[in-house]
């Protein structure tokens, strides 16, 4: 097996994420903070990504990232301005890393002539400094398979050195101890290349309560017996060459070798005579007992055990049956909860105890469960930095990204679908939406545009949007294309709001000429699609002159929530509590009729419009009065309250969602569905669904398609 | 014999991966952490008989760290060896002025790792 085959993997993973911090670092460079720490962490993740290239032998990820990284060294030591020229090329050349980092994971080779225009602009950058230690590089490194019981790695040249005897004088200084090197070890490692005779110079060692801990008294005259080339005995000394007087006398190499390793500081001039005339206590080394250093001990450590990472990757269609099992068990649970709560408290104490750790505990587990999956918007939010960049280069815009809330956390699922959508509607922002920059400033605004993308929390949902600040959903014209298309009839009269929403229909596209940024035929109707299959919904604003904004509200994940069950006729509905402003029983005289036959409720002197939930959804056998059943008012997404009337408030209880559209169809109004702890099917009520519901009904007075929720029940 | 037990520090997760696997495939007990600040937690917490690390490192870089174990009497005489991208001078130099016993030249093949390991494991 390839050694290294294993790495690889968690190399571009790392990659990624390196990359990704890079961008972050230009841009925060880019938009003037420059502090140390930025520079700091942006040369830490070139490095890293060229390390590990290293490893692997990509070469020419190698090398561009160590021109790059040349450069990054040169601003961090101020010697380079982080200019905005300089910053341009930086920014180009993340680019051709991340191009070059893909081609190293198989996708095709970046075009050669924009990385060696890269390349030479940064080479210029570097000035004189990369060519300094460009080519010194030692990348010795030979992708070889760790054979540990193998002998010493081929220490045999051709023409190995006679053995002969290498004389060696080795006296360290006390500097050697203080950067823990052993003297005993490098005698051991001598040991190895052949038979040593080891003669100790006791003579400096002083009175044992003058002795200082740290303190160098021992010398060594060594002769070691070897066939080993001197490079060998160089390196054990490799360490310790400036911490030690070292002399080595070696036959081979004397004649024509001028200049050994030697002296870095003069010797006491009569050491070494000194330690010759005095019988000095010897040790051979060659006697077993004398250091424990058995050759073999190399392979003897050859270990069975396995590798033991402290992270491991899974499957994500593990990670879901595990999440589904979890499901499972809050149904389960919450039948059990069911049962047990009829039961007399003062019997069975233990056992509802019992019960009420067991929902504590489930709630952890599937908190914990759902954890798993969770990650950053981050990581497909970066993206898009790149994607602004290339598409005001190609359509000629200026145009600025401004990223918030990217460590905002939502189920992989969610994430995995999110880059299309996205990477469509930033898209739709820079060619439709930016205008040009002459026409910018005539319009008295900043050249540059700005999208801006956002991802927040809300009620337990999670908003993305991008905006931007450019002319706006042109109206007439989204009309007379929606007429020409035969999408509204030509007589109609739609609202500014029905409008904007036209964009969203099938096969429509505004773009004058199909240019080859976002003109493909495809259009808003396919982000509509992906993000409702998602259990979410698309929201359009837009103000002629001052910008577009489209929201994407999805559900955090694709299995859980807490719900509000409620009421209406012989149905249960599931409410998501995160909606539920409050509940109330209205008054008459707070309940008012409005023109087209809608119904408002005045509370505490703001109106809102109240919807009779058994009608909207035909449920028989409800009061769908307003004055005889309670009002649950929700929050709308950006949209504002509506009241639900509803017969009776059941309970709160965390429910599991179960897709509509996977086992029926897409409902208007229901989010899923969801199993009740005595067995039955409940429909999860989408809010923001049933608001456009009755504002259509009450509105437009449109045909409605609504689907009975109790047809469903089996 | 109990096996030795080694502290790798390094916050690329490719390099610690390469580092344990290569280290525990030649019998030693290995330690992971991921910058210098972490290093130390796990030096309390674990000790060490060889201690590896990385120079460039977030929160704590390698020569702060390496200056903070020489300052702890327990850490004073343990073997630490420095990875270092470049082999110049001036790289080596600074970590033994910190007080690192040797140095590692990354890219390393498992063998030329295990050699230097070997070299100054007590």
């Given at each position: 097996m390839d050694d290294l085959a294993e790495f690889k993997q968690t190399y571009f993973q790392e990659c990624d994420e390196l990359l990704a911090d890079l961008e972050v670092q230009l841009t925060a460079l880019q938009e003037g903070q420059q502090d140390d720490e930025v520079l700091h962490a942006a040369f830490r993740a070139i490095h890293s990504i060229k390390g590990g290239a290293g490893a692997f032998g990509f070469e020419r990820l190698v090398s561009f990232a160590h021109v790059l990284e040349t450069v990054l060294d040169a601003m961090r030591e101020h010697k380079l301005q982080p200019d905005a020229a300089n910053l341009a090329i930086l920014i180009r050349a993340n680019d051709v890393l991340a191009d070059l980092v893909s081609a190293a994971q198989g996708a095709a080779q970046p075009p050669a002539s924009l990385e060696s225009e890269v390349l030479a602009a940064l080479h210029e950058l570097a000035g004189g400094q990369a060519e300094q230690d460009d080519a010194p590089d030692e990348f010795d490194f030979t992708p070889v398979a760790a054979t540990l019981d193998a002998e010493e790695p081929a220490a045999a040249p051709l023409n190995a050195p006679p053995t002969r005897a290498?004389?060696?004088?080795?006296?360290?200084?006390?500097?050697?101890?203080?950067?823990?090197?052993?003297?005993?070890?490098l005698l051991r490692e001598l040991k190895e290349l052949g038979?040593?005779?080891?003669?100790?110079?006791?003579?400096?060692?002083?009175?044992?309560?003058?002795?200082?801990?740290?303190?160098?008294?021992?010398?060594?005259?060594?002769?070691?017996?070897?066939?080993?080339?001197?490079?060998?005995?160089?390196?054990?000394?490799?360490?310790?060459?400036?911490?030690?007087?070292?002399?080595?006398?070696?036959?081979?190499?004397?004649?024509?070798?001028?200049?050994?390793?030697?002296?870095?500081?003069?010797?006491?001039?009569?050491?070494a005579s000194a330690a010759a005339q005095v019988a000095p206590p010897a040790i051979d080394l060659n006697e077993p007992s004398a250091i424990p250093t058995e050759p073999g001990s190399r392979a003897a450590r050859a270990p069975q055990d396995k590798l033991a990472p402290a992270t491991i990757r899974v499957d994500l269609e593990r990670i879901d049956r595990l999440v589904n099992m979890v499901g499972e068990l809050v149904i389960t649970q919450a039948m059990i909860s069911e049962q047990a709560s009829r039961l007399s408290v003062d019997q069975h104490a233990a056992l509802l105890h019992g019960v009420e750790t067991l929902d504590l505990q489930m709630r952890e587990l599937q908190e914990n469960v759902m954890a798993i999956r969770a990650q950053p918007v981050k990581s497909v939010f970066s993206r898009m930095t790149r994607l602004v960049r290339e598409l005001s280069a190609a359509l000629g815009k200026e145009a600025r990204l401004v990223i918030t809330g990217e460590q905002t956390e939502v189920d992989k699922t969610v994430i995995e679908e999110l880059a299309d959508p996205l990477t469509h509607m930033i898209r739709n922002s820079m060619d439709h939406g930016l205008e040009p920059a002459n026409e910018r400033l005539a319009a008295g605004k900043p050249a540059e545009g700005v999208i801006h993308l956002a991802a927040e929390h809300r009620s337990g949902r999670i908003v993305i949007?991008?905006?931007?600040?450019?002319?706006?959903?042109?109206?007439?014209?989204?009309?007379?294309?929606?007429?020409?298309?035969?999408?509204?009839?030509?007589?109609?009269?739609?609202?500014?709001?029905?409008?904007?929403?036209?964009?969203?229909?099938?096969?429509?596209?505004?773009?004058?000429?199909?240019?080859?940024?976002?003109?493909?035929?495809?259009?808003?109707?396919?982000?509509?699609?992906?993000?409702?299959?998602?259990?979410?919904?698309?929201?359009?604003?837009?103000?002629?002159?001052?910008?577009?904004?489209?929201?994407?509200?999805?559900p955090l994940t694709l299995a859980v929530l807490d719900g509000m069950i409620v009421r209406v006729g012989h149905e249960n509905y599931i409410v998501p509590i995160t909606s539920i402003v409050e509940s109330l029983k209205p008054r008459p005289e707070d309940t008012h009729r409005i023109a087209g036959g809608g119904e408002v409720l005045s509370i505490r002197g703001d109106y809102i419009v109240i919807v009779p939930l058994a009608e909207l959804l035909s449920t028989p056998g409800a009061r769908s009065n307003s004055s005889d059943g309670l009002v649950v008012v929700v929050e709308t997404g950006a949209n504002g309250r509506i009241g639900l009337i509803v017969d009776e408030l059941v309970g709160q209880q965390q429910v599991v969602i179960k897709s509509l559209e996977a086992n029926y169809c897409r409902v208007e109004g229901i989010a899923g569905a969801t199993i009740l702890g005595n067995g039955m099917v409940a429909m999860i009520l989408d809010v923001d669904g049933i608001r456009t519901m009755a504002l259509e009904r009450h509105g437009a007075a449109r045909p409605l398609v609504t689907a009975r929720a109790g047809e469903l029940r089996q | 014999m109990m096996p030795k037990k080694i502290l790798t520090v390094d916050d690329s997760k490719t390099m610690r991966d390469m580092l344990l696997a290569t280290l525990r495939r030649a019998g030693y007990e290995v330690i992971q952490a991921e910058h210098g600040e972490d290093g130390l937690a796990k030096l309390e917490a674990n000790g060490a008989d060889v201690i590896i690390t990385d120079i460039n490192m977030p929160v704590m870089d390698g020569i702060s760290f390496i200056k903070a174990c020489r300052k702890r009497q327990a850490y004073a005489a343990t073997p630490i060896l420095t990875l270092t991208t470049e082999s110049s001078e001036e790289k080596k130099a600074e970590g033994r002025a910190a007080g690192a016993t040797g140095w590692i030249v990354k890219p390393f093949n498992p063998e030329k790792l295990l050699r230097v390991v070997e070299k100054v494991c007590p």
């Open positions: 290498v004389a060696i004088h080795f006296a360290p200084q006390p500097s050697m101890f203080r950067r823990a090197n052993e003297p005993l070890l038979t040593l005779q080891v003669v100790a110079n006791v003579d400096k060692l002083p009175h044992l309560e003058e002795i200082e801990a740290d303190g160098a008294y021992l010398e060594w005259r060594i002769t070691l017996t070897t066939a080993a080339p001197r490079a060998a005995i160089d390196e054990i000394f490799e360490f310790v060459i400036d911490d030690c007087d070292l002399k080595i006398l070696d036959e081979s190499t004397s004649a024509n070798d001028p200049a050994p390793p030697s002296v870095a500081a003069p010797a006491p001039a009569n050491a949007s991008v905006g931007d600040d450019g002319r706006g959903i042109n109206r007439p014209k989204v009309l007379q294309k929606a007429v020409e298309k035969g999408l509204v009839p030509p007589d109609a009269k739609p609202s500014d709001d029905e409008i904007d929403n036209m964009i969203l229909l099938p096969g429509f596209s505004t773009a004058d000429q199909v240019s080859n940024v976002s003109g493909r035929g495809v259009g808003m109707d396919v982000v509509l699609r992906k993000i409702q299959n998602m259990g979410g919904r698309v929201g359009i604003a837009s103000t002629p002159g001052q910008g577009s904004h489209i929201t994407l509200t999805l | -």
